[in-house]
């Protein structure tokens, strides 16, 4: 744990990011999701970029997903946002451009000139349906025009479905059609390849068969029917439409990695040759989801992500084990970071922290997340025993060196917050968390560590970025933010814990001007909480 620069505004020049990880996935729909979900859960660090393109962006719901029947798209994806961050795992909107492999793992440059290094990538990015080029079908994608009866059909059942057949396959669907809707009408848009046996059959089934080509969908009325203009003339009327295309493998920024492709059976497409471990071609990459079965709904495409994310975790663990190592992927991370600048952050003490604690008597301090020490180093200064506490060794060796230039006695803790009693040596009067950040654990771990090491009679004191031009929409393609603060335990999660207890008295709670002398400049404002711990038997 360590300070942290939660993200980059989108209206400022931005400092080239690299970031490192244990495992980069591409893609943050269902199998990209449920595979950071087994990593998360498996304590490896987890990146997700997603450019906000699901495959089945366009349809309203989603169905036959156990427990979640009915759920819009974009909530399911929220809710295993939610799940993934709630372990620690990032979720970066963003845009992977190009992945190469390099000796020190795989290289992915990502919108806005940034960048992850990782020791595996997972390619959940799913295909693109083409649809056939008939005007009016693609604006009534997911809405009015569908091409999965198990996704959709209920919904349309006992209407005028007409469905558009454009390739051999297109009648293989048909039977559940008709099963669902005794008013099918099939179009042989292209009969090119058709089994003339399957039509005689539909025929002799009761389906009316048109072979002709569609010239166009349009709007019939206000009531949202449809009409289906073909070449022969007539207009079919419909309420929804079925058909199909060709599709293709969302596999751009992979190209440079000589990934193999496989044709699907069905010849409308490639998808990407894996193993039954989800290993492709190019060791350490991995793929899951549609990419590798266009056929797979949301639920059979997160139980492949889950599946391949654990299989990415097993081959993790086995070459730690033959290295003989437990690496920390956060301590990894900021290691790297220091260790490419001979300086990160400014020398400077961070300005609320002197205005908030000029008048308090010196006693033992914490300062959670450390950096590179200029907190701790100004608190030494004026009489206080510190602690600096960080997940970067570099960061600690870089204030232990400048302790001893100043002849300051300064105590250096390599821990995070997360770690079991992280700070239970001892108790604090005063812990100071200066736009640190800690990853979330669904059980708090980390936050309950940092109350309890504050003394009773003592001050918490925590500042952070207002994050609140988060709210400001950016373009994936133009720009990636780089860090995840709902990843994070945040000032909004500490204060919360504290005014449900009866242990603490809220002294600060607000948004003001951040301090000068910061190197970062993008943040314009902070928020500051301040906070006393009582003894609450003697109230």
Same mark, same amino acid.
């Given at each position: 744990?360590?300070?942290?620069?939660?993200?980059?505004?989108?209206?400022?020049?931005?400092?080239?990011?690299?970031?490192?990880?244990?495992?980069?996935?591409?893609?943050?729909?269902? @199998?990209?999701?449920?595979?950071?979900?087994?990593?998360?859960?498996?304590?490896?660090?987890?990146?997700?970029?997603?450019?906000?393109?699901?495959?089945?962006?366009?349809?309203?719901?989603?169905?036959?997903?156990?427990?979640?029947?009915?759920?819009?798209?974009?909530?399911?994806?929220?809710?295993?946002?939610?799940?993934?961050?709630?372990?620690?795992?990032?979720?970066?909107?963003?845009?992977?451009?190009?992945?190469?492999?390099?000796?020190?793992? =795989?290289?992915?440059?990502?919108?806005?000139?940034?960048?992850?290094?990782?020791?595996?990538?997972? +390619?959940?990015?799913?295909?693109?349906?083409?649809?056939?080029?008939?005007?009016?079908?693609?604006?009534?994608?997911?809405?009015?025009?569908?091409?999965?009866? =198990?996704?959709?059909?209920?919904?349309?059942?006992?209407?005028?479905?007409?469905?558009?057949? &454009?390739?051999?396959?297109?009648?293989?669907?048909?039977?559940?059609?008709?099963?669902?809707?005794?008013?099918?009408?099939?179009?042989?848009?292209?009969?090119?390849?058709?089994?003339?046996?399957?039509?005689?059959?539909?025929?002799?089934?009761?389906?009316?068969?048109?072979?002709?080509?569609?010239?166009?969908? @349009?709007?019939?009325?206000?009531?949202?029917?449809?009409?289906?203009?073909?070449?022969?003339?007539?207009?079919?009327?419909? $309420?929804?439409?079925?058909?199909?295309?060709?599709?293709?493998?969302?596999?751009?920024?992979?190209?440079?990695?000589?990934?193999?492709?496989?044709?699907?059976?069905?010849?409308?497409?490639?998808?990407?040759?894996?193993?039954?471990?989800?290993?492709?071609?190019?060791?350490?990459? =991995?793929?899951?989801?549609?990419?590798? $079965?266009?056929?797979?709904?949301?639920?059979?495409?997160?139980?492949?992500?889950?599946?391949?994310?654990?299989?990415?975790?097993?081959?993790?663990?086995?070459?730690?084990?033959?290295?003989?190592?437990?690496?920390?992927?956060?301590?990894?991370?900021?290691?790297?970071?220091?260790?490419?600048?001979?300086?990160?952050?400014?020398?400077?003490?961070?300005?609320?922290?002197? +205005?908030?604690?000029?008048?308090?008597?010196?006693?033992? @301090?914490?300062?959670?997340?450390?950096?590179?020490?200029?907190?701790?180093?100004?608190?030494?200064?004026?009489?206080?025993?510190?602690?600096?506490?960080?997940?970067?060794?570099?960061?600690?060796?870089?204030?232990?060196?400048?302790?001893?230039?100043?002849?300051?006695?300064?105590?250096?803790?390599?821990?995070?917050?997360?770690?079991?009693?992280? =700070?239970?040596?001892?108790?604090?009067?005063?812990?100071?968390?200066?736009?640190?950040?800690?990853?979330?654990?669904?059980?708090?771990?980390?936050?309950?560590?940092?109350?309890?090491?504050?003394?009773?009679?003592?001050?918490?004191?925590?500042?952070?970025?207002?994050?609140?031009?988060?709210?400001?929409?950016?373009?994936?393609?133009?720009?990636?933010?780089?860090?995840?603060?709902? +990843?994070?335990?945040?000032? $909004?999660?500490?204060?919360?814990?504290? &005014?449900?207890?009866?242990?603490?008295?809220?002294?600060?709670?607000?948004?003001?001007?951040?301090?000068?002398?910061?190197?970062?400049?993008?943040?314009?404002?902070?928020?500051?909480?301040?906070?006393?711990?009582?003894?609450?038997?003697?109230?």
């Amino acid at each position: 744990m360590t300070h942290h620069p939660h993200g980059t505004h989108d209206h400022t020049p931005h400092p080239s990011i690299v970031r490192r990880c244990d495992v980069a996935v591409i893609g943050g729909s269902a @199998a990209g999701l449920a595979a950071a979900l087994q990593l998360a859960r498996q304590r490896r660090s987890v990146i997700v970029v997603d450019d906000d393109t699901p495959r089945n962006a366009s349809a309203a719901h989603m169905h036959g997903y156990l427990g979640r029947e009915g759920t819009p798209p974009e909530a399911m994806r929220a809710i295993g946002r939610e799940e993934v961050r709630s372990y620690g795992g990032n979720v970066l909107t963003g845009r992977v451009l190009a992945v190469r492999k390099e000796d020190d793992g =795989f290289h992915l440059a990502l919108s806005g000139g940034h960048g992850l290094v990782a020791r595996r990538v997972l +390619a959940a990015t799913g295909i693109v349906d083409e649809l056939p080029d008939i005007e009016g079908l693609a604006e009534r994608w997911g809405r009015q025009v569908f091409n999965c009866a =198990f996704c959709h059909g209920w919904e349309v059942r006992d209407q005028r479905v007409v469905q558009i057949v &454009t390739t051999p396959m297109g009648l293989h669907s048909t039977p559940l059609v008709r099963h669902l809707t005794d008013r099918l009408t099939v179009v042989l848009h292209d009969a090119t390849g058709i089994d003339p046996a399957a039509v005689q059959a539909l025929v002799a089934s009761g389906v009316p068969v048109v072979e002709s080509t569609v010239r166009r969908v @349009a709007d019939a009325g206000a009531d949202g029917s449809l009409v289906i203009e073909v070449a022969d003339g007539r207009r079919l009327p419909a $309420d929804a439409i079925f058909t199909g295309g060709r599709f293709r493998p969302r596999v751009e920024m992979l190209a440079g990695l000589g990934i193999d492709l496989a044709a699907h059976p069905s010849g409308l497409g490639d998808l990407v040759a894996v193993d039954a471990t989800g290993r492709t071609s190019m060791a350490g990459i =991995f793929a899951a989801g549609n990419l590798t $079965d266009p056929s797979a709904q949301v639920l059979r495409a997160a139980a492949d992500g889950s599946w391949i994310g654990a299989q990415i975790a097993v081959s993790l663990a086995g070459e730690d084990t033959t290295a003989g190592v437990r690496p920390c992927g956060v301590a990894i991370e900021w290691d790297s970071r220091y260790g490419d600048q001979e300086r990160v952050w400014s020398a400077n003490p961070n300005g609320t922290l002197v +205005a908030e604690t000029t008048d308090l008597p010196p006693g033992r @301090a914490l300062d959670v997340g450390a950096g590179e020490g200029a907190d701790a180093l100004w608190l030494a200064e004026r009489g206080w025993r510190v602690t600096a506490s960080d997940v970067s060794r570099t960061a600690l060796d870089r204030i232990a060196a400048e302790a001893e230039r100043r002849g300051l006695d300064v105590r250096t803790l390599y821990r995070d917050a997360n770690d079991p009693a992280a =700070f239970a040596d001892e108790t604090y009067d005063l812990v100071s968390l200066q736009y640190g950040s800690f990853q979330r654990t669904p059980e708090q771990r980390g936050l309950r560590n940092v109350l309890d090491a504050v003394a009773v009679g003592g001050t918490l004191l925590v500042v952070g970025h207002d994050l609140t031009w988060l709210q400001q929409p950016s373009d994936p393609g133009e720009q990636t933010r780089m860090y995840d603060p709902q +990843a994070y335990v945040g000032i $909004d999660e500490i204060a919360a814990a504290i &005014t449900a207890s009866d242990h603490w008295r809220v002294e600060v709670n607000e948004t003001r001007p951040r301090p000068p002398g910061a190197v970062s400049t993008h943040h314009v404002d902070d928020v500051v909480l301040r906070a006393t711990r009582v003894d609450h038997r003697k109230d």
